[in-house]
């Protein structure tokens, strides 16, 4: 078990660009989740997948924002033409549906810094 | 919106004293997790409560969910510097499967 990953861990971009990243969650976890979180709070929800379907939206997920996991096991953030306050580190966690509690095992992120 | 508040906000202690962190909301919670998160890097889960009223302990730390599942403690013994870190609280609604992050408490324990 390798855990959640997340690739890029940095991304460096200008304003006005589209940016992707990835989230590879641990094999054999159903749900996947994608949050943002800004220096000094906590991690705020975007999105969740449950297999290859997306189940849930935040209204922080603006149209620029689209998810997408295709086959149930990956996923992809991409974000278009970026903007300074899209800065922020991109977490991915997946859980286990049948887990009553839902715990859910964390990505180490992705760094975004738009300039 | 952030349903869950942390407090204290920042917290700088000296080695081998106690501490206690707080995570209140007004909701209900279907359960409760407590996590750890280093600079630069993904929360670490350090504990799961469901039950209103459960206490659980990890070696010096100790959780409480409070009995109406709005509220939870984490407890600290004896910090050491290995305990520095923002601790995060998350609450999964009692519908649908969202879950709400605390506003986190930044610890430093000085050796």
């Known amino acids: 078990d390798t855990g959640v990953s997340q690739d890029p861990r940095h991304k460096i971009t200008k304003r006005g660009q589209n940016v992707t990243f990835r989230c590879d969650p641990i094999?054999?976890?159903?749900?996947l989740y994608w949050y943002r979180q800004t220096l000094g709070q906590g991690p705020e929800f975007l999105t969740y997948?449950?297999?290859?379907?997306?189940?849930?939206k935040s209204r922080l997920l603006s149209d620029r924002f689209s998810a997408e996991r295709p086959k149930g096991s990956f996923s992809t953030l991409e974000i278009q033409r970026t903007e300074q306050g899209d800065s922020a580190m991109y977490l991915c966690?997946?859980?286990?549906?049948?887990?009553?509690?839902?715990?859910?095992?964390f990505g180490p992120g992705t760094r975004l810094t738009v300039l | 919106t952030q349903l869950l508040e942390q407090s204290p906000q920042f917290l700088s202690i000296q080695e081998g004293e106690n501490l206690t962190v707080y995570c209140n909301s007004s909701s209900v919670f279907s359960s409760l997790q407590w996590y750890r998160q280093e600079p630069g890097e993904g929360p670490v889960l350090l504990v799961t409560v469901v039950t209103g009223g459960e206490v659980k302990k990890l070696k010096r730390l100790t959780f409480q969910f409070g009995d109406a599942r709005k509220d939870s403690s984490l407890h600290i013994t004896a910090a050491q510097p290995g305990d520095t870190g923002l601790y995060l609280c998350a609450g999964r609604g009692s519908t649908g499967n969202q879950f709400y992050f605390g506003t986190g408490t930044s610890l430093t324990v000085i050796p």
């Open positions: 997948f449950q297999n290859e379907a997306q189940l849930e």
């Open positions: 094999s054999e976890h159903n749900r």
């Open positions: 966690a997946s859980s286990f549906s049948t887990d009553f509690t839902d715990t859910q095992y």
